[in-house]
């Protein structure tokens, strides 16, 4: 089974500054990877994805994620932090299963915004 | 227009109760998905439909029984409620169930089990 694993529970970064949120997962096959951004009193949705094609993968808000194989690493990125960027952050990974797949969830980053 | 809704919002009950959770999606998905997201914020897969058919059950206590009437609605019937049972249920879609498929994801109905 795959599993995600999510570097830091909580990231604080100055609006400006540049965020790194760490995501690894484990997988013997290609996965698909996604970052979902869940706003507080929210659902989830999407950021960006992985699925086949280019590594660096460019996602809303001014988000990218690159996709190292070879560090089985799947980092989200942002050059300049706003204060609306504050939320939590969710790493996923596609777990294939006998006809079909299922979602498997990192245990989730929050992102603080320091004015 | 809210493309995947779930109703109530909130819901605060006694242990012991039945209730039940209700989500409607418009986006046209074949499959849809619940989740529960524990005060950790951790999200863990409970139940998915593909076409009113039940693709994937995890290990979750029998006294939670999804009912997908038609593919654009799942609701999810919760027995004998517990405690431990206190969370945030999502409800979520998508187009397909291919592993790359985007999910969009319902606002959530917040459980309290007094």
């Known amino acids: 089974a795959q599993s995600v694993t999510q570097l830091g529970s909580h990231v604080s970064v100055s609006e400006g500054a540049l965020v790194l949120l760490r995501c690894n997962y484990s997988s013997s096959v290609p996965p698909y990877l996604f970052w979902y951004v869940q706003y507080p009193n929210q659902g989830l949705q999407l950021l960006l994805k992985?699925?086949?094609?280019?590594?660096l993968v460019k996602g809303i808000n001014g988000f990218e994620a690159e996709f190292k194989k070879s560090e089985t690493s799947f980092h989200l990125t942002k050059p300049s932090a706003h204060m609306s960027d504050a939320a939590e952050y969710f790493c996923a990974v596609s777990d294939s299963l006998t006809g079909g797949f299922k979602t498997i969830f990192g245990a989730g980053t929050r992102l603080f915004v320091k004015a | 227009d809210t493309a995947v809704s779930q109703t109530p919002k909130y819901l605060v009950t006694q242990m012991g109760n039945d209730k039940s959770i209700k989500c409607e999606q418009n986006?046209?998905?074949?499959?849809m998905y619940w989740y529960k997201q524990d005060s950790k914020k951790f999200l863990k897969i409970m139940f998915s439909?593909?076409?009113?058919?039940?693709?994937i059950n995890e290990t979750v206590p029998n006294r939670f029984s999804p009912k997908s009437p038609d593919k654009a609605h799942l609701n999810l019937h919760i027995n004998s409620l517990e405690l431990g049972d206190s969370a945030v249920y999502f409800c979520?879609?998508?187009?397909?169930?291919?592993?790359?498929?985007?999910?969009?994801f319902g606002p959530g109905t917040r459980l309290l089990v007094l």
């Open positions: 439909y593909n076409n009113k058919e039940l693709i």
């Open positions: 979520a879609s998508s187009e397909e169930r291919g592993g790359g498929e985007t999910q969009y």
């Open positions: 986006l046209g998905h074949d499959t």
């Open positions: 992985y699925t086949t094609g280019a590594t």
